[in-house]
């Protein structure tokens, strides 16, 4: 059973990032502020989830949450600052753009920067432990598999549809035939004998 809250706070905010170990695309985040008494029987990490159910549930969070946002950082910035700090700048989008301040802030994994004094906590596994950080991968993982499919249509080769930028064994074929598009992260090892040299 997931908990509610972690903090005694009302207005307590969850956030979590999707994208990070892909190889393009952005990494995004998602933050939700859930009402007391929320309830959703197949919430879980969205790791844990189908497709389908993570679809289902879109919605249902959306139209339940108190407040929701969702932030895409780019590969260019995710070069200029690399991954962790994009993936945590996307956090710091995401609970800007809330239409509530949160009073308290819980974040998937161990790393985090304070947001404008607002006390916050880190929780390893905080998508199987905590609603709100569940329900944030949840938006996070389907507004970029949406945000990939539309790429995918413009770079079918890849078949990001299904990969979603993971460094599949055909991404990598994909890319070592055709080259790297912009979405590509050029600070990521995209091909693993990117850095043998040909002595």
């Given at each position: 059973m997931l908990k509610f809250n972690y903090s005694e706070f009302t207005l307590e905010c969850g956030t979590d990032e999707a994208?990070?170990?892909?190889?393009?695309g952005p990494?995004?985040?998602?933050?939700?502020?859930?009402?007391?008494?929320?309830?959703?029987p197949i919430l879980n990490d969205s790791k844990q989830l189908s497709k389908k159910k993570r679809n289902l549930l879109k919605p249902y969070i959306e139209e339940h949450a108190l407040a929701y946002s969702?932030?895409?950082?780019?590969?260019?910035?995710?070069?200029?600052?690399?991954?962790?700090?994009?993936?945590?700048?996307?956090?710091?989008?995401a609970i800007e753009k809330l239409k509530t301040t949160p009073e308290f802030i819980i974040v998937d994994g161990n790393k985090f920067k304070s947001y404008k004094n607002i006390p916050h906590q880190t929780i390893i596994k905080g998508d199987s432990k905590y609603l709100s950080i569940a329900a944030a991968s949840i938006l996070a993982k389907t507004y970029r598999d949406d945000f990939m499919e539309k790429l995918d249509e413009e770079f079918p080769m890849y078949n990001w549809?299904?990969?979603?930028?993971?460094?599949?064994?055909?991404?990598?074929?994909?890319?070592?035939?055709?080259?790297?598009?912009?979405?590509?992260?050029?600070?990521?090892?995209?091909?693993?004998?990117?850095?043998?040299?040909?002595?």
């Open positions: 994208g990070r170990g892909c190889l393009c990494v995004t985040a998602a933050a939700v502020i859930l009402p007391k008494g929320f309830k959703s969702v932030a895409h950082i780019f590969p260019e910035k995710i070069d200029d600052i690399n991954i962790l700090n994009a993936s945590i700048l996307a956090m710091h989008q549809k299904q990969n979603k930028g993971y460094p599949t064994k055909e991404h990598r074929n994909a890319i070592k035939k055709y080259g790297i598009t912009d979405y590509h992260r050029k600070s990521f090892r995209l091909l693993p004998e990117q850095f043998k040299l040909e002595l």
